[in-house]
């Protein structure tokens, strides 16, 4: 397709779908726009964006396809100056944000004037932020959920589908308040507990720093998502009150029946709650993304020696394996550490076990 497209926000998400677009839409022109003017920069120096501008008004007037890819709040006011704006009678806006409920609902500013919303929520991402984690298959295989409203006509629709073809993910429509109740229960209260298990660690290393170097396998899972952008959660969470707090009720029951069963020492209620929780989890879809992370991980045991990261990341250079990220767990002191090292593709961890267990007699697993 050709056209220009506008994105505002020049973050993970902003980054990674006009990557996307353009692997689909060579003949495109992606221009970007930033609070920011560094992640302008970037954006063009690392190839995401082809242009940036100065103002939303420059980006906005000659977009065919403009998408908001800033945190929920400021998505809002995007979407009232946009409509307070000369724009293209056929344009599409979109945005990507986490919640739907407010958004859509400020979108009727846009649709007032004729012009066409339809909210979009790319489901899956990382706990990293910004331009430079772009990633143009960020989204391969992730849902992608749609909220256009009923008055949004089926072409419209399927023209953003197409615009957004080369994300290679499923794309679902639901409403509004259905994805803010989904998103609630698998994505925004999950970021609650994470942050709170941190804090709880946190209040006990006060007293005992032993805590944080213990802090291994089991704690480091549950709350990498705690290492997400704060100024994307706060606004999540205020936009997604309702919904979140009855959400928090229901977890606040939830452990006091835990609380109960440990008090009384139900141990076959105790070893159910578990069996019932792993039966799910181990249900789940596997070669999906959404709420399992967007990297793979490659667990490695590794004696800890001067060099070790040097002489694993070479076996994997000579096969020409591409890693995102690396770091070593120390679960065992001083004997051995875990080499965890993070992969973009199913593919590439894939081939890096087959590559360690050629080079090395060093264990693999995949956590
Ligand atoms: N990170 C994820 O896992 C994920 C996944 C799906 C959807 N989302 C949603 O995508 C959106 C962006 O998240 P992200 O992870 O890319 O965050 P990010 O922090 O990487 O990027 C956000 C960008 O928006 C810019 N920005 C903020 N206010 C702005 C304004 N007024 N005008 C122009 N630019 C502005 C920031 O400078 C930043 O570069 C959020 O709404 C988030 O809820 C995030
Ligand atoms: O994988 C992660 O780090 C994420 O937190 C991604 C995640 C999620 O909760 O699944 C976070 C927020 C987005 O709205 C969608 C995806």
């Keep these: 397709m050709n056209g220009r497209v506008f994105v505002i926000g020049l973050g993970l998400i902003g980054g990674s779908l006009a990557l996307s677009i353009k692997n689909n839409h060579p003949h495109c022109t992606i221009i970007?726009?930033?609070?920011?003017?560094?992640?302008?920069?970037?954006?063009?120096?690392?190839?995401?964006?082809?242009?940036?501008?100065?103002?939303?008004?420059?980006?906005?007037?000659?977009?065919?396809?403009?998408?908001?890819?800033t945190p929920v709040r400021q998505a809002e006011m995007m979407i009232e100056k946009l409509a307070q704006m000369p724009l293209?009678?056929?344009?599409?806006?979109?945005?990507?944000g986490s919640t739907k409920g407010k958004v859509v609902e400020k979108s009727r500013l846009l649709q007032e004037k004729g012009i066409t919303f339809i909210g979009g929520h790319p489901m899956a991402g990382s706990h990293k932020s910004g331009v430079s984690a772009s990633k143009a298959l960020l989204f391969e295989n992730a849902f992608y959920l749609?909220?256009?409203?009923?008055?949004?006509?089926?072409?419209?629709?399927?023209?953003?589908?197409?615009?957004?073809?080369?994300?290679?993910?499923?794309?679902?429509?639901?409403s509004p308040e259905e994805h803010d109740l989904l998103t609630g229960v698998i994505s925004h209260l999950?970021?609650?507990?994470?942050?709170?298990?941190?804090?709880?660690?946190?209040?006990?290393?006060k007293s005992n720093e032993l805590v944080t170097r213990l802090a291994a396998g089991g704690f480091r899972d549950i709350t990498r998502i705690a290492s997400s952008?704060?100024?994307?959660?706060?606004?999540?969470?205020?936009?997604?009150k309702t919904v979140l707090l009855?959400?928090?009720?229901?977890?606040?029951?939830?452990?006091?029946?835990?609380?109960?069963?440990?008090?009384?020492?139900?141990?076959d209620e105790i070893f159910d709650y578990?069996?019932?929780?792993?039966?799910?989890?181990?249900?789940?879809?596997?070669?999906?993304?959404?709420a399992?992370?967007?990297?793979?991980?490659?667990?490695?045991?590794?004696?800890?020696?001067?060099?070790?990261?040097?002489?694993?990341?070479?076996?994997?250079?000579?096969?020409?394996?591409s890693i995102t990220n690396i770091r070593i767990i120390e679960t065992r002191e001083e004997i051995y550490g875990v080499l965890v090292i993070s992969f973009q593709t199913e593919e590439d961890r894939k081939r890096a076990q087959a590559c360690i267990a050629a080079y090395s007699t060093y264990e693999t697993s995949i956590g």
């Design 32 to 69: 970007g726009f930033d609070i920011a003017e560094k992640n302008k920069k970037l954006g063009k120096m690392l190839g995401v964006i082809d242009d940036c501008v100065d103002t939303l008004e420059d980006g906005a007037e000659e977009a065919d396809l403009i998408i908001i890819a």
């Design 88 to 96: 293209k009678n056929d344009v599409l806006v979109t945005d990507v």
């Design 146 to 174: 749609l909220t256009p409203e009923e008055t949004v006509d089926k072409n419209s629709v399927q023209l953003l589908m197409n615009w957004l073809s080369g994300t290679r993910a499923k794309f679902l429509v639901v």
């Design 190 to 205: 999950p970021h609650i507990v994470a942050a709170s298990l941190v804090h709880q660690a946190d209040d006990v290393a």
């Design 229 to 240: 952008s704060p100024a994307m959660w706060r606004d999540i969470l205020l936009h997604n």
């Design 246 to 267: 009855e959400l928090l009720d229901k977890w606040t029951k939830e452990m006091e029946k835990v609380k109960t069963l440990i008090k009384t020492e139900e141990a």
């Design 274 to 290: 578990f069996q019932v929780a792993k039966n799910v989890r181990d249900e789940l879809p596997q070669n999906q993304k959404g």
């Design 292 to 321: 399992i992370p967007a990297f793979y991980d490659l667990y490695v045991d590794v004696p800890d020696y001067p060099g070790i990261i040097s002489e694993v990341t070479g076996f994997l250079a000579k096969e020409n394996i």
